[in-house]
């Protein structure tokens, strides 16, 4: 059985959230985020409390209940509070520079590299390396940042490239060069 399928979500007072032909609109003081519900979910929304159960008691129908309540919930978060992501740069001459929509980072390529945010999420630039993505929309948020590490991967012998701000990176050590 889901354990975290079961758990109820409790909705906030700011908060308004309307199910209606399998998909729910949750609106809060950040913005308004909506989902289609999959047809093995079932959603009931009373005093306050959001609940989900499987129509079918299978284990696709439990799977689904369990990231039917994640994605739920996390969207009640984002529109109450918000999620942030923060990558750091690392290498000399590695940089990132916001314009407008569009984040140029320069990567030891011989071009800059230009990466359109999606829509939602918005980027700060700390000390030229440190960049911190927020938005409403946690799954859009996790993609972006994940497209923007892929960009230029951490490697492992100089530590050079992009990486998540709490990832440790196992270094390696180089060729000895002993004979």
């Known amino acids: 059985m889901s354990r975290v399928g079961k758990k109820s979500i409790p909705i906030p007072d700011k908060i308004k959230v309307s199910y209606k032909d399998r ?17 093995l979910v079932s959603l009931k929304i009373e005093d306050g409390i959001i609940s989900v159960s499987t129509v079918i008691d299978d284990r696709t129908g439990r799977s689904l209940q369990g990231l039917t309540r994640s994605l739920v919930a996390n969207m009640i ?3 109450n509070k918000g999620f942030e992501r923060v990558l750091e740069i690392t290498g000399i001459g590695y940089r990132a520079i916001v314009k407008g929509n569009c984040i140029e980072f320069n990567l030891g390529y011989s071009h800059p590299v230009n990466f359109d945010l999606p829509d939602g999420i918005s ?3 700390d000390k030229n390396n440190v960049v911190k993505l927020s938005g ?9 940042a994940a497209a923007i590490r892929r960009l ?3 490697e492992p012998y100089k530590g050079k490239g992009i990486k998540y701000a709490e990832e440790r990176i196992q270094r390696k050590a180089g060729k000895t060069g002993t004979k």
């Open 77 to 79: 978060a984002g529109v």
């Open 152 to 154: 230029r991967p951490l």
């Open 136 to 144: 409403i929309d946690k799954e859009k948020l996790g993609h972006a």
């Open 123 to 125: 980027a700060v630039i």
């Open 23 to 39: 998909l729910i609109i949750v609106q809060g003081e950040k913005g308004v985020l909506e989902r289609s519900i999959h047809p």
